[in-house]
């Protein structure tokens, strides 16, 4: 079997090469992608893109694999970038790292070296585990470090093609074994940032494409104006730090894109009630679709996991009632539905 194997110069791409080297009857390839922004955005900030491939040179000669840049720099931009850019001038809050999965890694890449591989396999914290013939995608041990919200929107086809040699581990475990495989970014910090920006900050990105306007901040109980902003595109939700006002906690609770206004309110205000009646619109289900039924649901990356009841309002939006409310509810986000440790899908909320 031919496994291509996405290499990304972090420790948790490299121990699935790794892995993948002691398997037998399996020809492994590895590839780094290159995105776009890398090059064009440097000057904002450490692109480190270069030291990145130097550590997937390194691994790769350590196991004798051959490596492979694969340049998806208009791919990015169209599918990724320029969606999330869109959502921000909406005022909405996108969540590009799903559609990167989606798209890019396991759609774009895919395609490129579909005619080379039978699987694909990365670094990801997630399982796959077939029943009744379909693969199934299943969370990861370590709920801190699970990523299957980021891979909500992957299809049947996709999975069947998906390898994740690390999914069955913690990150302690990970960690744990580089270091008896002795590998180059053994003691490399992980990543945070999203998919396409590697080191560059995100609000400095946002102001490269969007700039700046100054715009009210506006306590909604009140509508007292409390201070100024640079754009609306800079907030989110739910959001606390950043807003630099006096008397608070603050948290942001509403957007006027027209007006480019935030509304905030004070952390036990009665307008900071968060949300249990949602809608869910452009809904993936990895299988299939179910019937009103209470599930698990999780409105952003981490262990958090909510109650709930969702119901198919037609074959595209499902209605989602949480049972308990929810502070940082924004329009873009993804809901993502769980049965037990089964990841079922997602949606985009309205």
Known sequence: ?????????????????????????????????????????????????????????????QFGVPLEIVPLQSEYRE????????????????????????RIKFGAFYRRVAGECDKIA?????????????????????????QTYFLSHLSQEQLARI????????????????????????????????????KINYRDFVRFHLGEQTGDIVEKASGEKKGEHQGYWFY???????????????????????????????SEAPERVGRRNLVAEHIN?????????ALQVKLRHGPALASGQVQMLDADRAEIVLA?????????QHAVFYDGETCLGGGIIA
């Open 236 to 266: 989110t939700i739910g959001q606390r730090h950043g807003l630099k006002l006096g008397g608070g906690p603050w948290y942001v609770v509403d957007k006027d894109a027209a007006k480019n206004r935030i509304y905030i309110a004070h």
């Open 1 to 61: 079997m031919n496994v291509a194997v996405l290499l990304s110069g972090g420790v948790d791409s490299s121990l699935a090469l790794a892995l993948l080297s002691r398997e037998k009857g399996i020809v492994l390839k590895a590839y780094y992608l290159k995105i776009w922004l890398e090059d064009e955005l440097a000057f904002l900030g450490d692109c480190p893109w270069e030291t990145d491939l130097a550590y997937a040179r390194e691994t790769c000669e």
């Open 122 to 146: 990365s670094g990801h914290y997630a399982r796959i585990e077939e029943i009744a013939g379909q693969p199934h995608l299943r969370r990861a041990p370590d709920p801190v470090k699970d």
């Open 163 to 198: 390898l994740f040699p690390i999914g069955h581990l913690h990150k302690r475990e990970v960690r744990t074994l580089a270091a008896e495989f002795d590998l180059p970014a053994k003691e490399r910090k992980d990543s945070q940032g999203i998919c396409f920006l590697g």
């Open 79 to 102: 599918e990724i970038v320029e969606h999330a850019l869109a959502e921000l001038r909406l005022g909405r809050t996108p969540s590009p790292d799903i559609f990167c999965n989606q």
């Open 324 to 332: 308990e409310p929810d502070l940082g509810v924004a329009p873009g």
């Open 285 to 293: 289900w990895i299988n299939s679709a179910p019937a009103l039924c």
